[in-house]
């Protein structure tokens, strides 16, 4: 079974650039996540869908950050324009119902806004 | 004061030594806990999930939970090199699929 996939896996930008990130959910999962990751601290919840709903987007700056989940399958994650302080790594992770809630993350996109 | 506190380490041990890894908590609601190891450039990975309090044990690792003291710990017994990686704790609230992570316990295992 294939895991969660990501892309890009590293991103290298100058600030105020766009850049946007792609998420593969595992198939049938329904629940989709985007996580922050800065370094040496533990992931936080940016948003979460169920199936094509976002249903949790209270910690999503939404000033710069914009996500969509079309047909409630792949995920994007847009930031417009893009800070200093974005640098991090951008984790995807889907869950099932089925699954006691476990959450499975993909490998991460790594953000650098030079 | 965070939710989730975790001490970030790093810790160093030699091979087959005992790792003690632990979290505290303030949030009295939380009532599941698990314990995500997670590589370089890697995405976290779930070693051990448990609901009540008391210990699961699962191979090498146990997992103990104190709801009383807001304490969870995760041992691992007979260390392995390729135990080497950050360990983050993460805990939720019954009824919400939000996870809340401690910072992440970087742990090497010395040959």
């Known amino acids: 079974e294939a895991g969660v996939v990501q892309s890009p896996r590293y991103k290298i930008i100058e600030k105020k650039q766009p850049v946007a990130f792609w998420c593969n959910p595992i198939?049938?999962?329904?629940?989709l996540y985007w996580y922050l990751q800065n370094l040496g601290q533990g992931p936080e919840l940016l948003i979460r869908?169920?199936?094509?709903?976002?249903?949790?987007d209270s910690q999503l700056p939404k000033d710069r950050f914009s996500a969509e989940r079309l047909k409630g399958v792949d995920s994007t994650l847009k930031i417009q324009p893009a800070e200093l302080g974005d640098s991090a790594v951008y984790l995807c992770?889907?869950?099932?119902?089925?699954?006691?809630?476990?959450?499975?993350f993909g490998e991460g996109s790594r953000l650098t806004v030079l | 004061q965070k939710e989730v506190e975790q001490d970030p380490g790093p810790l160093s041990v030699p091979e087959g030594a005992i790792v003690s890894l632990n979290c505290t908590y303030s949030?009295?609601?939380?009532?599941?806990f698990m314990w995500y190891r997670q590589y370089s450039r890697k995405g976290p990975e779930l070693l051990m999930y448990?609901?009540?309090?008391g210990n699961k044990e699962d191979g090498r690792f146990t997992a103990q939970v104190d709801k009383s003291s807001k304490y969870i710990s995760l041992f691992i017994r007979d260390s392995q090199p390729s135990d080497s990686a950050t360990y983050l704790c993460?805990?939720?609230?019954?009824?919400?699929?939000?996870?809340?992570f401690g910072t992440g316990t970087r742990l090497t295992i010395i040959p």
């Open positions: 448990t609901y009540s309090s």
């Open positions: 198939s049938g999962h329904n629940t």
């Open positions: 992770a889907s869950s099932s119902r089925l699954n006691t809630g476990e959450l499975f």
């Open positions: 993460a805990m939720k609230i019954s009824g919400n699929e939000k996870l809340t």
């Open positions: 949030n009295s609601a939380f009532q599941y």
């Open positions: 869908y169920e199936n094509e709903e976002a249903v949790d």
